[in-house]
Antibody
């Protein structure tokens, strides 16, 4: 059974940093592109970032470019999102998702990030 | 990249059919057959319902179907059931090699 479990969320002050993790199991992690998607309170889903299977190619939404870094450790079956210079508008539930071409075929339940003083 | 446009809410009675639209541009929806749809019950993991415009993953009810015409994609739910009540999002590949979601539609079963 495919499982994606996010962790690392919490309360952080504006300007602070946080690193999210996504532990993957039930499939060969190193074969798949992976994504981060977020949902602010009361708002819709927003694509954040993606990384290819070997970690050499990444892409970001304009809203996080230069502040967030996606990475992966295929030996540990884990996806990461390093978030720096956090802003109040980054407050959201962050989901990791397994990519399959142009879509996401498995998702985690998400981890909540709250940016507030 | 602007979000794709969906109606905020759609409702229907049990057994009826409803259709959710997803409008983009020639740089996303209209330019590629890479539209997908997701069902999201708040607090849970989103679930893939349709991929590549009209393909249904294994295990998804055949009451769900997808289509596209020009810059607008659509998700139709036939034989509406109480369990279908959820938020639905479309997504498309874009000419910037990124992905964009729709604004989301709340489906209510009356």
């Amino acid at each position: 059974e495919v499982q994606l479990v996010e962790s690392g969320g919490g309360l952080v002050q504006p300007g602070g940093s946080l690193r999210l993790s996504c532990a993957a199991s039930g499939f060969t992690f190193s074969n798949y592109w992976m994504h981060w998607v977020r949902q602010a309170p009361g708002k819709g889903l927003v694509w954040v970032s993606r990384i290819n299977s070997d970690g050499r190619s990444t892409s970001y939404a304009d809203s996080v470019k230069g502040r967030f870094t996606i990475s992966r450790d295929n030996a540990k079956n884990t996806l990461y999102l390093q978030m720096n210079s956090l802003r109040a508008e980054d407050t959201a539930v962050f989901h990791c998702a397994r990519g399959a071409g142009s879509y996401f075929n498995y998702w985690g339940q998400g981890t909540l990030v709250t940016v507030s003083s | 990249q602007s979000a794709l446009t969906q109606p905020a809410s759609v409702s229907g009675s049990p057994g009826q059919s409803i259709t959710i639209s997803c409008t983009g541009t020639s740089s996303d929806v209209g330019g590629y057959n890479y539209v997908s749809w997701y069902q999201h019950h708040p607090g849970k993991a989103p679930k893939l319902m349709i991929y590549e415009v009209s393909n249904r993953p294994s295990g998804v009810s055949n009451r769900f179907s997808g289509s596209k015409s020009g810059n607008t994609a659509s998700l139709t739910i036939s034989g509406l059931q109480a369990e279908d009540e959820a938020d639905y999002y479309c997504s498309s590949y874009t000419s910037s090699s990124t992905l964009v979601f729709g604004t989301g539609t709340k489906v209510t079963v009356l």
